[in-house]
């Protein structure tokens, strides 16, 4: 089971929340911390989110800071930096 599921993460709220991050697979590396700070703020506009912020907060500081933004992960999903990854996207 996924991190968002334990967290209890309504499925009506993930479809929106998931979609923020995408942009991250191609954000500067140097820049990712700045764009997880971005999908922090932007989330306040979606449905739900009244009912997510402590979860939000959990999932993004305790989860996927700690799990996904490590120095050795980040080159594994972003594609920025990689040889002709701007045709590719």
Known sequence: MGKMEDLKMENRFI?????????????DRSLIMFGVE????????????????????KFIDEYF????CTKRLIPMWNYNGREGWEKKM
């Open 15 to 27: 479809n929106g929340f998931l979609r923020l991050f995408d942009f991250l697979t191609i954000v």
């Open 38 to 57: 971005y999908i922090r703020m932007k989330s306040a506009y979606l449905e739900g989110f009244e009912e997510h912020t402590v979860l939000i907060d």
């Open 65 to 68: 800071i700690k799990q996904w």
